[in-house]
């Protein structure tokens, strides 16, 4: 009987199914998406037993002319071959080709012309400003011979043919000499560049992609070799990095890595506050004055000076100079370890700067470390520039610029902290957890700002946090799905417009939401620290962070990372139905001899077409009857009815009818509202959602009587329609409505 009984239930659930033509697998396991585990990464998520990865240490010499902006240098690149593979040629990245004649973004970029537009916004090339821009490379020569070695340059990227075949476990140094001229970054928008200041006749320099980087070389696909086309950033390879950078001798120069020569490039006094910075942990010490930088602006050196630094373990190096730059310190206490937080900035940034940079740098590394693991890097740099912002290991570029008579705006500091929040906390996503920006920009940027609007939260009440939260992305979710991409999108192949939501804002609302309503904070952040800490100074992707967060927290989420992560489907549930029903009050006969029953519907409001929009008739009431012999069947405990319909009896019973109107499935928040005026708030998981995902029906018991039923009263589930989650029904606002309240 049990066996004729399930093959029958499964019949009835195949023909469903069939039936069902918008059933499209939404809680099937991602196991034919992701790809296969292997000993280099496992199911589990973390690194394998045989994982491994390459290196690349650095020696450069570099130097910049603050007249003409050249920027010319010559580097020696050791390479170190782990890959279990012999290699016959090595790709290095050429960034600034980006903005060469004829550079690969703008003969496939697509644009148009309006009869009205302004100049910033016309589709503009280098050649329209008469920048001539890329790497001019001088030579490429092996550093044990000096021989040179043949290199094919195709649009950013290089190629070097080795003079012999570089097996596993060996290395191989070669060197490059090179050069380029600056940009304007306000002209070009671009990461890095030079600000003028004609008040004062001077340059600010933020220079990143200045040298010939090596590709990634992995397990995952080999060379990473993807063209830079400007939006896509970067995929880099770990090693150490000796730099000496050349400037007038009165600038001030930031740089990813530890100052070795501080005595020989600062003052005496300058060196004496620098080392008491680095023993102060309450408030900033200035190192170098706003009065000290104001002499410096009217009397610029005919000499110059070379900065040494050194960085180890970073995949990157980038630096800042200006005789501009105001320099804060303080060191930070994060757990045995003390790393400097600096500041650099010109005097257009105070006082907003002096007050708030330095500090915000501290409170990302103490919030950061304690969500992933103890902030590494022995500095972290904040650097103040006109535009955007832009991270590179322990140094960034931060916009968040004061009126002229150094009066803010509210927004113009939430604006600042929230960039130096975020660009700071790049130090952790990627440049510490080093995912591959040019293929998933969602793997940074959207746990960065996942990270950076809990920092808010926590060190910053009075900012506003509600972009990357559920509520905050609604109406995005429920724009047009033509125009949209799935956050599993190349970073190159995402609109532009469609650009910040989909790699910033839906990816932190995504795990705010994981955190908040899914998972729990507990479970939550015990998984997300796990993955932090397996995949420190490795290259992770996007499988290794889905299946960590689900093997730390015994959490099946692969309909979550379908639905947000491979779709653009939204939330929307509408509360559909409510029905209210009470069991039929029986005279008590323990033999069953006098109980009169019916079968048949539970209610007559079952047997009615039309919905009910209230509770005003009352609840409608059920008729229990026995259970039938014969439906125990082999089975010989049998539930005690009598007792099973006095406890039901005088409790209320409501059917809730949700469906399923956005695509996206998601846990049911349920706001009851009762008679006396209390209200109890209901967690149904996303599991139910599993055997339907169109329409479900489930049933409550409640001791008091409802009277509102409210879905996702808070929007944390980012629900796109509010207005059909209410019963009873509320009425729709018409325009008329609209135009009253105005």
């Known amino acids: 009987m049990k066996r004729i009984l399930c093959f029958i239930l499964g019949l009835l659930s195949v023909v469903a199914m069939a039936q069902d033509k918008k059933w499209s697998g939404k809680f099937e396991q991602l196991d034919q998406t992701l790809p296969t585990p292997n000993s280099y990464r496992s199911a589990s998520g973390a690194p394998g037993a045989n994982y491994w990865q390459q290196r690349a240490d650095y020696d450069i010499d570099v130097e910049l002319n603050d007249e003409t902006q050249l920027i010319t240098g010559k580097e020696t690149v050791t390479y170190f071959n782990n890959a279990p593979e012999v290699m016959k040629f090595v790709w290095l990245q050429l960034d600034q080709n980006n903005l060469s004649n004829g550079n690969m973004t703008d003969k496939t970029e697509t644009n148009r012309i309006r009869d009205s537009i302004p100049t910033r916004w016309f589709p503009l090339s280098s050649d329209t400003y008469d920048y001539h821009g890329g790497?001019?490379?001088?030579?490429?020569?092996?550093?044990?011979?000096?021989?040179d070695l043949p290199f094919i340059v195709n649009y950013t990227m290089l190629r070097i043919d080795l003079p012999a075949q570089l097996k596993t476990g060996e290395k191989y140094s070669f060197k490059i000499e090179w050069s380029y001229i600056e940009k304007d970054r306000l002209k070009f928008g671009e990461r890095g560049g030079y600000e003028f200041f004609p008040e004062d006749g001077n340059y600010l320099y933020t220079v990143a992609q200045w040298f010939p980087r090596m590709c990634v070389f992995d397990d995952y696909e080999g060379w990473q070799n993807k063209q830079?086309?400007?939006?896509?950033?970067?995929?880099?390879?770990?090693?150490?990095?000796?730099?000496?950078?050349t400037v007038p001798a009165d600038h001030i120069v930031g740089a990813s890595g530890v100052l070795q020569n501080p005595k020989s490039v600062l003052t005496a006094e300058q060196a004496e506050r620098f080392d008491k910075a680095k023993k102060t942990f309450d408030k900033p010490v200035l190192i170098v004055t706003e009065e000290e930088v104001r002499k410096k602006e009217k009397e610029h050196s005919g000499k110059k000076s070379t900065w040494e630094f050194y960085a180890e373990n970073v995949?990157?190096?980038?630096?800042?100079?200006?005789?501009?730059?105001?320099?804060?310190?303080?060191?930070?206490?994060?757990?045995?370890?003390?790393?400097?937080?600096?500041?650099?900035?010109?005097?257009?940034?105070?006082?907003?700067?002096?007050?708030?940079?330095?500090?915000a740098i501290k409170n990302t590394l103490e919030v950061y470390s304690s969500r992933t693991f103890d902030y590494p890097y022995p500095t972290a740099f904040s650097v103040h520039t006109a535009n955007q912002g832009m991270e590179y290991p322990m140094i960034c570029f931060n916009g968040g610029r004061p009126k002229s008579d150094g009066t803010f705006s509210q927004r113009t500091y939430e604006g600042m902290v929230g960039v130096i929040i975020h660009e700071v906390g790049h130090n952790f996503f990627p440049m510490i957890v080093n995912s591959d920006e040019r293929q998933w920009s969602w793997m940074d940027?959207?746990?960065?700002?996942?990270?950076?609007?809990?920092?808010?939260?926590?060190?910053?009440?009075?900012?506003?946090?509600?972009?990357?939260?559920?509520?905050g992305m609604a109406n995005y979710m429920r724009g047009d799905k033509d125009k949209m991409r799935p956050i599993m999108w190349d970073s190159d192949n995402i609109p532009g417009n469609d650009f910040g939501p989909n790699a910033y804002g839906k990816p932190a609302a995504a795990l705010t939401f994981l955190r908040e309503t899914i998972m729990g904070p507990e479970l939550f952040d015990k998984s997300f620290k796990e993955y932090a800490q397996r995949w420190a100074f490795k290259q992770p992707k996007p499988a290794d962070f889905f299946r960590t967060m689900e093997d730390a927290s015994a959490v099946d989420l692969d309909w979550f990372w379908r639905g947000w992560f491979y779709t653009v489907d939204n939330v929307d549930v509408e509360l559909d139905e409510v029905k209210w029903f009470r069991v039929k009050s029986e005279q008590k006969d323990l033999e069953n001899k006098n109980v009169k029953t019916t079968t048949g519907d539970l209610s007559a409001l079952a047997k009615s077409k039309d919905k009910a929009t209230d509770f005003s008739k009352g609840a409608q009431e059920i008729t229990m009857i026995?259970?039938?012999?014969?439906f125990y069947g082999e089975f010989k405990n049998k539930i005690n009815d009598a007792g099973v319909r006095q406890k039901l009896e005088g409790k209320n019973l409501y059917e809730l009818t949700l469906k399923n109107k956005g695509g996206l499935v998601t846990p049911v928040i349920i706001e009851w509202t009762f008679a006396d005026g209390t209200k109890e708030i209901e967690k149904i998981p996303a599991e139910i959602w599993r055997v339907?995902?169109?329409?479900?029906?489930?049933?409550?018991?409640?001791?008091?009587?409802?009277?509102?039923?409210?879905?996702?009263?808070?929007?944390?589930?980012?629900?796109?329609?509010?207005?059909?989650?209410?019963?009873?029904k509320k009425p729709a606002e018409?325009?008329?409505?609209?135009?009253?309240?105005?």
């Open 626 to 630: 026995n259970t039938p012999d014969n």
């Open 315 to 359: 995949r990157d190096f980038a630096f800042a100079t200006s005789r501009k730059f105001i320099w804060d310190a303080m060191a930070v206490k994060v757990n045995d370890k003390t790393p400097l937080a600096q500041s650099l900035y010109p005097k257009e940034g105070n006082p907003l700067w002096g007050k708030e940079s330095t500090m």
């Open 692 to 728: 339907n995902e169109n329409e479900v029906k489930k049933v409550f018991m409640k001791e008091k009587e409802v009277t509102n039923v409210a879905i996702d009263p808070g929007n944390d589930t980012a629900d796109t329609d509010q207005a059909n989650n209410a019963f009873p």
């Open 228 to 245: 830079f086309l400007g939006q896509g950033e970067f995929a880099l390879t770990f090693g150490n990095y000796r730099v000496r950078i």
């Open 445 to 471: 940027e959207g746990l960065n700002s996942f990270l950076e609007r809990e920092t808010k939260r926590e060190r910053y009440p009075t900012v506003n946090i509600s972009w990357g939260s559920p509520k």
């Open 734 to 742: 018409t325009k008329f409505d609209q135009l009253k309240k105005n």
């Open 135 to 147: 790497f001019k490379i001088k030579s490429v020569k092996d550093a044990s011979t000096g021989k």
